[in-house]
């Protein structure tokens, strides 16, 4: 279960643009795809917030809502447009949750703990395709499943 919001086209222009990953200039407009994740108990146990050109949202009508996308949002943009993604970065670590994030989250006890990642994907020509945020609590697990191709 996901709720969220889908930010205007410049609404989060600098924030598209503030992490050192990203390769866009400060005149880069953008869309923000924000959602919360439920539990079974209705809890929240995420956030996400994703970035990517305003215009993609006209092309990729799924990044205009907060439902989970099936097959991930870069799935879906490089089904709908053809633009694929060749390399990623992932930045994961903790640090305390700022009072925005503990309401985000219903935490009450504070101080605490999030797990917090930051990831990028690029194409080919190290375009940025998506810049996204992720918070989780922090006595929750991430798990990454690589598979290398096989001959």
Same mark, same amino acid.
């Given at each position: 279960? %996901? +709720? *969220?919001?889908? *930010? %205007?086209?410049?609404?989060?222009?600098?924030?598209?643009?503030?992490?050192?990953s990203? @390769? #866009?200039?400060?005149?880069?407009?953008?869309?923000?795809? !924000?959602?919360?994740?439920?539990?079974?108990?209705?809890?929240?146990? +995420?956030?996400?917030? +994703?970035?990517?050109?305003?215009?993609?949202?006209? !092309? /990729? @009508? !799924?990044?205009?809502?907060t439902?989970?996308?099936?097959?991930?949002? @870069?799935?879906?943009i490089?089904?709908?447009?053809?633009?694929?993604?060749?390399?990623g970065?992932?930045? /994961?670590?903790? =640090?305390i949750?700022?009072?925005?994030?503990?309401?985000?989250?219903?935490?009450?006890?504070? #101080?605490?703990?999030?797990?917090v990642? $930051?990831?990028?994907l690029?194409?080919?020509?190290g375009? /940025?395709?998506?810049?996204?945020?992720?918070?989780?609590? *922090?006595?929750?697990?991430?798990?990454?499943? $690589?598979?290398r @191709? =096989?001959?």
């Amino acid at each position: 279960m %996901a +709720s *969220g919001d889908i *930010g %205007a086209p410049n609404g989060a222009r600098n924030r598209f643009t503030s992490r050192k990953s990203l @390769p #866009p200039s400060p005149s880069s407009r953008c869309r923000r795809r !924000q959602r919360v994740s439920y539990n079974e108990d209705n809890s929240p146990v +995420s956030a996400s917030t +994703s970035w990517f050109k305003a215009d993609l949202g006209e !092309q /990729v @009508p !799924q990044l205009l809502q907060t439902e989970w996308i099936i097959g991930g949002t @870069p799935k879906a943009i490089e089904e709908q447009t053809g633009w694929a993604w060749q390399d990623g970065q992932d930045l /994961v670590g903790a =640090r305390i949750a700022t009072d925005e994030e503990a309401e985000l989250l219903h935490i009450t006890e504070r #101080p605490a703990a999030l797990l917090v990642g $930051y990831n990028s994907l690029f194409d080919a020509d190290g375009a /940025v395709i998506e810049y996204g945020e992720y918070l989780t609590h *922090g006595d929750r697990y991430t798990r990454y499943t $690589y598979q290398r @191709p =096989r001959d």
